[in-house]
């Protein structure tokens, strides 16, 4: 896709909040919402349903509007789909794309998301890496979108017996013993696993949290784990964690969670480190409508829906657009720009640092280098306090994106980035955002953290509570 279109989306709205380190960024949001006043404002507009099937069957439809063809304004119909095709396909999941509405945005989205199109990585990650199916983008009327077909589920809450949780980031793994519900252990181990391809390392590293987690356990009943990735039946299908594998021992991977199980020989369940995010958010809160975002070396997003229940969706949102200028900084895995990965993780405070004269080369680690920044903030360093800020308001305009997208009640924040004074910082500019650019959600979504252990070791805990004790 070319970014020229996407700048003049991202120019029809400037933001009230403008992050002092980052002047240029452009609100997913807010354009959006211009684009669709003007669609409604020009007379012309004329609906739009994207469709996304998923390798299980179950259908999602996503409704819009968009100028009519011939329309002096028509040609941004093209990056204001596209930009919502990729956050469906990241939020979602899904092989078959289905575009009903002017014929020449399904070609769009058809040549864009193919083999020689730009958006090639998104082709071959969600068609035959997850979904082990090619990508296809079907071209239709928007009255023969299918409709909706979701399913949910319930996701763990079983507090009963000795149980162990683990946690696996990009930067540290943790570790918690559980006992009926009571936490009696928990440790941190910083680790690099992004750098190791041997996948023994994984195995050991993982093997020994629970070894250590166990020893404070008069025995084990079950193993509940949370990790970065997309977890398809306890199968890591895709993650970050484990870039450095070479492509021929991957299967290694695939089945280390499944080899952890036989060796340890207890009811072991693992999912996305998002869906456990929220989980532990919706028990520390004792409701539900929770969006959970954790938000250490990349943002890992889960989702518990009014019902209680998890939904099967992938919520792998640090892929998903929320700034849309044209040049805005890379995901370095994907390629791709102005996805959440750069804007609420550790590497939004690393971007930001280096770019206002804040040195870090000298670390090696990814925790140290948080630290040192961390240690400027509370020390009182104005550039320091100046990325937190800017980390608050790109997290206030990501929310109100967010909340096209899902119904939410609470946005429970957490993680690395949090520790400190700096989750008070980005909770206090988020709502400050929303309170002035989007009073009726202001009113509707509460913004909360979890107290400080519970932000770096609840997931782990709440991992503990996956598996259910026949």
């Known amino acids: 896709m070319g970014y020229e279109l ?21 609100s997913a949001a807010l354009a959006n919402r ?27 439809r996503f409704e819009t509007m968009v100028f009519k063809s011939g329309h002096q304004m028509a040609e941004l119909n093209l990056p204001y789909i596209e930009r919502l095709v990729k956050f469906l396909l990241w939020q979602k999941g899904g092989w078959k794309v289905t575009i009903g509405g002017p014929a020449e945005v399904g070609e769009y989205i058809k040549a864009v998301y193919s083999p020689g199109g730009t958006q090639v990585f998104d082709y071959d990650f969600h068609g035959m890496t997850i979904c082990e ?3 296809e983008v079907i071209i239709t009327d928007a ?56 996948p023994a ?35 890591p299908m895709s993650a970050s964690l484990f870039r450095g594998i070479p492509a021929e021992q991957y299967y290694k991977i695939e089945s280390v969670f499944l080899d952890l199980a036989k060796k340890w020989n207890v009811p072991f369940e693992v999912a996305n480190d998002g869906d456990v995010t929220a989980l532990a958010g919706a028990m520390s809160l004792n409701d539900n409508g929770v969006l959970g975002v954790a938000m250490g070396s990349s943002e890992a997003v889960g989702y518990v829906n009014s019902e209680g229940n998890i939904t099967g969706w992938l919520n792998e949102l640090a892929f998903c657009p ?49 630290k040192a920044v961390q240690k400027l903030l509370a020390d009182g360093d104005d550039t320091a306090r100046k990325i937190w800020e800017s980390i608050g308001i790109y997290m206030g305009y990501a929310i109100a994106h967010y909340a096209a997208f899902y119904d939410i009640k609470y946005l429970i924040i957490l993680g690395r980035v949090t520790s400190g004074i700096g989750g008070d910082i980005i909770m206090a500019k988020a709502n400050e955002v929303l309170n002035v650019e989007f009073p ?12 400080e252990k519970m932000k770096r070791v609840g997931q782990a805990c709440a991992a503990a509570s996956l598996p259910s004790i026949e």
């Open 440 to 451: 009726e959600l202001a009113q509707k979504i509460t913004i909360t953290m979890p107290d």
């Open 322 to 370: 929320i700034d849309y200028r044209s040049d805005a900084p890379a995901d370095e895995w994907s390629g791709d720009i102005g996805c959440g990965v750069q804007y609420l993780t550790q590497q939004a405070v690393f971007r930001l640092a280096k770019a206002n004269g804040i040195p870090l080369e000298q670390y090696e680690m990814l925790a140290d280098k948080l």
């Open 133 to 135: 199916h090619p990508l």
């Open 201 to 235: 390392y994984h195995y050991n590293q993982i093997n020994d949290a629970l070894k250590s987690a166990a020893s404070h356990l008069p025995k084990v009943d079950a193993i509940g784990g949370s990790s970065a990735g997309v977890i398809i039946n306890n199968r």
């Open 143 to 198: 009255d023969d979108v299918a409709a909706a077909r979701e399913t949910s589920m319930p996701l763990g809450r079983h507090l009963k017996g000795n149980r162990i949780g683990f946690d696996l980031g990009a930067s540290d793994r943790k570790a918690a013993a559980v006992i009926d519900g009571e936490v009696v252990f928990t440790e941190e181990v910083v680790w690099d696993p992004r750098g190791h391809a041997d």
């Open 34 to 60: 211009e684009f669709l006043k003007k669609v409604s404002e020009s007379g012309s507009g004329v609906p739009l349903v994207i469709g996304l099937e998923r390798a299980d069957g179950t259908t999602s």
């Open 6 to 26: 996407l700048g003049k989306l991202g120019s029809l709205a400037k933001p009230k909040f403008i992050p002092a380190l980052d002047t240029g960024f452009a």
